[in-house]
């Protein structure tokens, strides 16, 4: 590579055994200023209801505060799922956002609920269909435009018109890559907790991508890709870190809803069967040593041609996870 590609954040507000919701948030804000101290580009929160020691729910408030106790990197989600929404509260949230905090706000939205299916119904869902989905963008996009008009309802945007705020579409699936394409926008992979789908899905996306889309906001395909990421001083320190995200599969897996658990012994995790799942969810991955961990991140950047790349760090000390932050960006930027 002749130049390193920008890095950017994602979190979904992980509580940890022995912590509070409170803290999490807390530890959240820290971090967030820590990745715009140390040069990260991006840092979106991840929408997720109907799980208790999750608190990336109200997505539009962690952005507000987390772009009020920073400088200069941007904010947004990743993402706001558009069946749980009406997208003029969508468009009237984020636009608010781009008035308090001009050229610092992303809005990434997805098509899946984010929950499971009684929550969804709580959450008052919308379609989900892949019309309904680029109908809804196409919307969103007149909002934040300068006539501010809706593409399907005579509806003025208000507060969100003019604001251009950049919108991505974020997807695990060729399907979701195969929108973004459509709609010529900028598309985030989920390869952080889906990888057998992800060259194919970027395949679809680049085969599909229309410059020419109303909606288009980019002249050519523009992808962020999702990688785990899990750095100490030493291979055998991340490692042992890296438990943590393993253990967190498995609870996915078996329903175990509990908070994020401390590392143990690498190996010591369930069965070999168990800790062969939990890799094949979570393989595209830097974990290590600051440069092994660059090496792994500098190999997925070049075989997905990815423009950027958005770490997730599955860490119980919150301490542990500012240590890895800290440790890409001086190996890295």
Same mark, same amino acid.
């Given at each position: 590579?002749?130049a390193?590609?920008?890095?950017s954040?994602?979190?979904?507000?992980?509580v940890?055994?022995?912590?509070?919701?409170?803290?999490a948030?807390?530890?959240?804000?820290?971090?967030?200023?820590?990745?715009?101290?140390?040069?990260?580009?991006r840092?979106?929160f991840?929408?997720h209801?109907?799980?208790?020691?999750?608190?990336a729910?109200a997505?539009?408030?962690?952005?507000?505060?987390?772009t009020s106790?920073?400088?200069?990197?941007?904010?947004?989600s990743?993402?706001?799922?558009?069946? /749980?929404h009406?997208?003029?509260?969508?468009?009237?949230?984020f636009?608010?956002?781009?008035q308090?905090?001009?050229g610092?706000?992303?809005?990434?939205?997805?098509?899946?609920?984010?929950?499971?299916?009684?929550?969804?119904?709580?959450?008052?869902?919308?379609?989900?269909?892949?019309?309904?989905?680029?109908?809804?963008?196409?919307?969103? /996009?007149?909002?934040?435009?300068d006539?501010?008009?809706?593409?399907?309802l005579?509806?003025?945007g208000?507060?969100?018109?003019?604001?251009?705020?950049?919108?991505?579409?974020?997807?695990?699936?060729s399907?979701?890559?195969?929108?973004?394409?459509?709609?010529?926008?900028?598309?985030?992979?989920a390869?952080?907790f889906?990888?057998a789908?992800?060259?194919s899905a970027?395949?679809v996306?680049?085969?599909?991508?229309?410059?020419?889309?109303?909606t288009?906001?980019?002249?050519r395909p523009?992808?962020?890709?999702?990688?785990?990421?899990?750095?100490a001083?030493?291979?055998e320190?991340?490692?042992?870190?890296?438990?943590?995200?393993q253990r967190?599969?498995?609870?996915?897996?078996?329903g175990?809803?509990?908070?994020?658990?401390p590392?143990?012994?690498?190996?010591?995790?369930?069965t070999?069967?168990?800790r062969?799942?939990a890799?094949?969810?979570?393989?595209i991955?830097?974990?290590g040593?600051?440069?092994?961990?660059c090496k792994?991140?500098?190999?997925f950047?070049?075989?997905?041609h990815a423009?950027?790349?958005?770490?997730?760090t599955y860490?119980?000390?919150?301490a542990?996870?500012?240590h890895?932050?800290?440790?890409l960006?001086?190996n890295?930027?």
């Amino acid at each position: 590579m002749s130049a390193r590609v920008p890095l950017s954040i994602l979190d979904l507000v992980h509580v940890t055994e022995g912590g509070t919701m409170a803290e999490a948030i807390s530890h959240s804000m820290a971090g967030a200023q820590l990745a715009d101290e140390l040069g990260y580009s991006r840092l979106w929160f991840a929408e997720h209801h109907n799980t208790p020691f999750l608190g990336a729910s109200a997505t539009s408030v962690l952005i507000g505060r987390a772009t009020s106790l920073t400088k200069r990197i941007r904010v947004g989600s990743g993402g706001i799922m558009l069946p /749980n929404h009406a997208p003029l509260r969508v468009a009237e949230d984020f636009g608010t956002l781009s008035q308090l905090f001009p050229g610092r706000i992303d809005l990434g939205v997805g098509r899946a609920p984010g929950t499971d299916p009684v929550a969804g119904q709580a959450l008052r869902r919308t379609g989900s269909d892949l019309n309904s989905f680029g109908r809804d963008i196409q919307d969103l /996009n007149g909002w934040f435009s300068d006539e501010g008009m809706a593409e399907s309802l005579p509806i003025t945007g208000g507060v969100a018109t003019g604001t251009k705020v950049p919108i991505w579409v974020l997807g695990s699936s060729s399907s979701g890559a195969a929108a973004a394409g459509h709609l010529g926008l900028p598309f985030c992979v989920a390869s952080h907790f889906s990888p057998a789908e992800t060259f194919s899905a970027l395949q679809v996306y680049r085969q599909t991508f229309n410059p020419q889309a109303p909606t288009a906001q980019v002249e050519r395909p523009y992808v962020m890709a999702a990688i785990n990421v899990a750095i100490a001083p030493t291979d055998e320190e991340a490692q042992r870190m890296w438990t943590t995200a393993q253990r967190m599969i498995l609870d996915v897996r078996s329903g175990n809803r509990r908070k994020l658990q401390p590392p143990v012994a690498p190996g010591s995790i369930g069965t070999v069967a168990e800790r062969a799942y939990a890799e094949s969810m979570l393989g595209i991955k830097a974990v290590g040593s600051p440069a092994a961990a660059c090496k792994a991140l500098e190999a997925f950047a070049e075989a997905t041609h990815a423009d950027e790349l958005i770490t997730m760090t599955y860490a119980h000390d919150p301490a542990g996870k500012f240590h890895s932050m800290r440790l890409l960006a001086e190996n890295w930027f």
